[in-house]
């Protein structure tokens, strides 16, 4: 059976800075899920760009959209310029 409708949402009520710079893929899609993760407004989030990129289907998908809008401060590794695709993925963040 593969169903994941009965699965708890993981809830961090007081988590403010999120290090997955290191983490693998799945790691990053977990805690980006909405339907996976909860954690309130104003996050620090370090990772990798390219892992990022990969989690969030080019900064398209809907189920990762609403914890990105939760980061107000967003470090990425190994990565210049980013898209405005990124930038209007993350809205409330400071990107360096």
Do not use: G, Q, W
């Amino acid at each position: 059976m593969n169903d994941k409708s009965n699965l708890s949402i993981a809830k961090y009520y007081n988590l403010i800075d999120l290090h997955i710079d290191r983490a693998h893929d799945d790691y990053i899609d977990e805690f980006l899920c909405n339907t996976k993760t909860y954690f309130r407004n104003n996050i620090l989030l370090d990772t990798h760009y390219e892992a990022l990129r990969r989690a969030t289907h080019d900064f398209a998908r809907d189920d990762t959209r609403i914890n990105c809008t939760k980061v107000n401060e967003l470090c990425l590794f190994l990565k210049i310029e980013y898209p405005k695709s990124c930038k209007d993925y993350f809205p409330f963040a400071i990107i360096e």
